[in-house]
Structures are given as structure tokens and as C-alpha cells.
């Protein structure tokens, strides 16, 4: 039977793909932005993820209600904005 290969931190493997802790910022200055921003996206994708299997229903929901609001707060502030400007 295989042995399940432990689940690598994504920011561990993003620092890796820099040079490591040493060769990470000399590396990182011959990068282009645009591979900087690859390289960290990597992370991120995994990240988000692992964070939403980690929460539990009632902490995403209450995450979601809070995002909602706050959409709709920025909505009525620029409704609010430009009704003042038509005075």
C-alpha cells in the first residue's frame, strides 16, 4: 500500500521556487514581475482552498454574510455620491 505524501505548504513551496530562504531575494531581483506574481498566485490558489476546506459551514457563512454586506454598503455609498452630485 502507497503512503500518502504529506500536503506541502503552498507558501514553503513558493519560497522554494524562489531559491529558498538564502537565494530567495537575490533571485528575486532578477525576476520579472510577472513571474514574481506567477510564482505566487501558485501559492495562493492552494491557500484559498485549504482555507475553505478548514472552515467550518457556519464560519463561511458568516464570512459570505459579511462580504454581502459590505457590497452592498459600497453600492449605496456610490448611489449616495452621485445623487449628490445631480444637486
Known amino acids: 500500500m502507497k503512503e500518502k505524501k504529506p500536503k506541502k505548504n503552498p507558501n514553503a513551496v513558493a ?23 506567477k510564482i505566487g498566485r501558485m501559492g495562493g490558489k492552494v491557500g484559498g482552498k485549504a482555507r ?4 467550518s459551514p457556519a464560519r463561511r457563512t458568516e464570512i459570505a454574510k459579511k462580504a ?18 445631480r444637486t
Do not use: T
Open 15 to 37: 519560497l522554494g521556487r524562489l531559491g529558498g530562504k538564502k537565494g530567495g531575494i537575490a533571485r528575486a531581483a532578477v525576476l520579472s514581475d510577472g513571474e514574481k506574481s
Open 52 to 55: 475553505a476546506a478548514s472552515l
Open 68 to 85: 454581502a454586506a459590505a457590497r452592498v454598503a459600497k453600492k449605496r455609498a456610490a448611489g449616495a455620491e452621485q445623487g449628490a452630485d
